[in-house]
Nanobody, 125 residues
Framework: QVQLVESGGGLVQAGGSLRLSCAAS????????MGWFRQAPGKERELVAA????????YYADSVKGRFTMSRDNAKNTVYLQMNSLKPEDTAVYYC??????????????????WGQGTQVTVSS
């Protein structure tokens, strides 16, 4: 069973950048698809980016495409979310998640079953 710890959140002005990190432990990291979710107050949790377990294919929600980049470093058991050109509507708690099901589609938000505690990202206008 994998444990996930996010870091890198904070307060930034609109147009700025942040890089989130998610460190994994307790499992064979390379076997997990990984996702970054976010949840703003009063809204449902949404999948904003995901990366597959094998060749590292990536998925991005339309709302972040071209601004966010997700990557993984299997040697460091870590995934990253580089967020550029941040907007106030990006304000949310960001969660890292892992999907260990070999047959699961990494773009399927319902396949993730291990979660971090979340990190707050606040973008001021």
């Amino acid at each position: 069973q994998v444990q996930l710890v996010e870091s890198g959140g904070g307060l930034v002005q609109a147009g700025g950048s942040l890089r989130l990190s998610c460190a994994a432990s307790g499992g064979t990291f390379a076997r997990y698809s990984m996702g970054w979710f976010r949840q703003a107050p009063g809204k449902e949790r949404e999948l904003v980016a995901a990366i597959s377990r094998s060749i590292g294919s990536t998925y991005y929600a339309d709302s972040v495409k071209g601004r966010f980049t997700m990557s993984r470093d299997n040697a460091k058991n870590t995934v990253y979310l580089q967020m550029n050109s941040l907007k106030p509507e990006d304000t949310a708690v960001y969660y890292c998640a892992a999907d260990g099901d070999y047959y699961s589609d990494y773009r399927n938000k319902n396949g993730y079953d291990y979660w971090g505690q979340g990190t707050q990202v606040t973008v001021s206008s």
